[in-house]
């Protein structure tokens, strides 16, 4: 009920305001369960996302998200219930497992499931290397995946920026359905995941026109951390 009473207030306003677009809006099935896998440039992510699709869109997201406490624990756990989000433990192991369990479930449900393969977002506004999650996902629940690209949202409201920018029109492209259907029932194997989850991160570069970089984006973020300590440290 939350996500409706935010999607028809919140959205016009920032409608209105920031002028989003998008393209490729009909290559999103109008039922059934389908997979959007999105880069991941900024938080404004959450509010630009899905705004423009008539069906609910369901996304996981880190358990810290509802578990803080005092007004801004409130403030988060209405939001991201809001937008659709449903929390997960990311610590790795069965914690992982289960996060995998949740999307089933959803898209079991014949459900919109919403999910980053990079894992987080984006350190500089370059597309990192996907987790093989995705992939388990399109296997086990037999659905299509479509690439979901977001545009201009790093520049919009990049790292450290609480507020949106003005003046900036951030954008969404839906790619065209990706069929995996030839690798059904090898969700067990490794290198076929690679290859799935290598495929959708391709056809993200491709919508978006960022720089892909061979690596995880937390692995990234540590290496820019110690950089700076580092050159924090030689001044």
Do not use: C
Request: net charge positive; aromatic share 12%; no cysteine.
């Amino acid at each position: 009920m939350l996500y409706w009473v935010v999607k028809y207030t919140i959205w016009p306003l920032l409608r209105l305001i920031y002028r989003p677009w998008a393209k490729g809006m009909e290559n999103v099935p109008a039922e059934g369960p389908v997979i959007l896998a999105g880069n991941h440039l900024s938080f404004a992510d959450h509010f630009f996302g899905a705004g423009f699709l008539p069906r609910k869109v369901i996304s996981l997201g880190k358990a810290e998200y509802f578990t803080g406490r005092g007004i801004k624990g409130l403030v988060s756990r209405a939001f991201f219930s809001g937008v659709g989000t449903v929390p997960i433990d990311r610590s790795g192991g069965k914690a992982s497992e289960a996060a995998l369990r949740t999307g089933l479930r959803v898209l079991k449900d014949n459900q919109v499931l919403g999910i980053y393969p990079e894992g987080t977002r984006s350190p500089d506004g370059r597309l990192y290397k996907g987790k093989t999650g995705v992939a388990r996902l399109a296997l086990e629940a037999r659905a299509p995946v479509i690439p979901w690209a977001m545009v201009n949202t790093f520049e919009m409201m990049p790292p450290g920026h609480p507020i949106p920018k003005f003046g900036i029109r951030p954008g969404v492209r839906y790619g065209k359905p990706l069929d995996f259907s030839r690798y059904y029932g090898m969700e067990g194997d490794r290198l076929v995941l690679r290859a799935v989850t290598d495929e959708i991160m391709y056809a993200l570069m491709e919508l978006s026109g960022q720089e892909y970089v061979d690596k995880y984006a937390a692995s990234a973020k540590v290496e820019m951390v110690r950089a700076a300590r580092a050159a924090a440290t030689k001044s």
